[in-house]
């Protein structure tokens, strides 16, 4: 079993800066890839960004290309989300996923671990 913890969440005023974390359990973290998602209030969850068990993989949804930046440390365990220039539509709930197969994927359900998420508000 895959355990998910996701932290970093909080209020910022537009422009601000937040970096997400999510520790994982297992072991073989580097055999997994690890996906950001989001939903907003009233509506779907959707893709952020991904990155593969060896980080040479990192889509990005367009809405976030330049702006948020994925990483992570398989000496921690950990996946990393850096967002900048922050603005209110990216209010949302950030939920870390895990996939144990090598390859990113945009795809939700490709996932088949979840953290319980955290959440982002982005004054305006």
């Known amino acids: 079993q895959v355990q998910l913890v996701e932290s970093g969440g909080g209020l910022v005023q537009a422009g601000g800066s937040l970096r997400l974390s999510c520790a994982a359990s297992?072991?073989?973290?580097?055999?997994?890839?690890m996906g950001w998602f989001r939903q907003a209030p009233g509506k779907e969850r959707e893709f952020v960004a991904a990155i593969s068990w060896s980080g040479g993989s990192t889509p990005y949804a367009e809405s976030v290309k330049g702006r948020f930046t994925i990483s992570r440390d398989n000496a921690k365990n950990t996946v990393y989300l850096q967002m900048n220039s922050l603005k209110p539509e990216h209010t949302a709930v950030y939920y870390c996923?895990?996939?144990?197969?090598?390859?990113?994927?945009?795809?939700?359900?490709?996932?088949?671990?979840w953290g319980q998420g955290t959440r982002v508000t982005v004054s305006s």
């Open positions: 297992q072991r073989t973290f580097s055999s997994y890839t």
């Open positions: 996923a895990a996939r144990g197969r090598p390859m990113a994927t945009i795809t939700s359900a490709a996932y088949g671990y």
